[in-house]
């Protein structure tokens, strides 16, 4: 009969993280400005060079912009595979920008991809689910890494985007990227980072190559996020930033004169098909 795994308690954290950790647990954050950035890479000689190349084409990563739950809204840039989108999201709908189409479509480069397609975008992990509920977002997620650390070290302070924080490098448990993998940009609901809401396993034997490095103000705000994970010649990262929340923040679709939508655009595409066959 196999033995169960072993359970290997937290360590007891500082005081200041501890607090850190409490403050990000109670914050509720109605809008935010935030980049992610995610970036996999491979070395040694069992890699070929065209693996590495592929991987680093497929999964670096960059996702930015800035949104608000109250009602449901953002816009964001999305770059993945060496391109950049222009993504909005407002009044329940999800809007790309692709300005070669204006040429093509009278003048509209703004496509209407109807409701709740960021989803879609962003890949099955990156659903946000403010889009529908509009409900605060909270750093609890990230709390709860902190909270379930093997190991902490602090950092000492600096200032990170101008503003003054204290670091704390940790090992946590390795079911922390189970459902952050990198097949698409790591969200929290319409608001952008790392971590959002929910919890991690309880008790999971440690993974020495996975760290996660936090840089928290003394309000608890963790304004920037490190993960990254190291084993048998690949290393996968995830860096967010959180620069502003609980901002007012209004975003408003693209004026209708310079927006189609995907059935009026499929309608273009054909018609220019069968003018092309004449």
Excluded: C
């Excluded at 989108?85 to 496509?111: I, K, N, Q």
């Excluded at 020495?208 to 084993?231: K, Q, W």
Aim: net charge positive; aromatic share 6%; hydrophobic share 40%.
């Amino acid at each position: 009969m196999a033995a169960a795994p072993q359970q290997i308690a937290p360590v007891r954290l500082p005081a200041q993280l501890l607090a850190a950790a409490q403050a990000m647990e109670a914050t509720h954050v109605s809008s935010e400005r935030f980049s992610v950035q995610t970036a996999v890479s491979s070395a040694g000689p069992h890699v070929p060079h065209a693996i590495e190349r592929f991987l680093a084409l497929l999964y670096d990563s960059r996702f930015s912009g800035e949104a608000t739950t109250s009602p449901p809204a953002g816009a964001f840039q999305l770059t993945v595979l060496g391109q950049t989108l222009t993504l909005r999201v407002a009044l329940g709908h999800a809007y790309v920008l692709e300005r070669s189409l204006a040429a093509r479509d009278g003048g509209r480069p703004w496509v209407d991809l109807g409701r709740r397609s960021l989803g879609t975008i962003l890949g099955s992990a990156g659903q946000p689910a403010s889009v529908s509920s509009g409900e605060p977002e909270s750093f609890s997620k990230l709390a709860a890494a902190v909270r379930a650390a093997r190991a902490v070290r602090e950092l000492g302070t600096g200032t990170v985007d101008g503003l003054p924080v204290t670091g704390y490098r940790t090992v946590v448990p390795s079911g922390l990227l189970q459902q952050e993998t990198p097949r698409a940009p790591p969200t929290r609901g319409i608001l952008g980072g790392a971590f959002g809401g929910g919890e991690l396993p309880a008790a999971e034997a440690p993974d020495e190559n996975l760290l996660l490095e936090v840089f928290v103000t003394g309000a608890g705000v963790p304004v920037r996020t490190h993960i990254s994970l190291s084993s048998e010649g690949f290393s996968y990262s995830a860096l967010s930033d959180v620069y502003a929340i609980d901002f007012p923040l209004t975003v408003s679709p693209p004026p209708r004169r310079l927006t189609i939508t995907v059935a009026a655009l499929e309608r273009v595409a054909r018609s220019r098909a069968r003018a092309r066959k004449k």
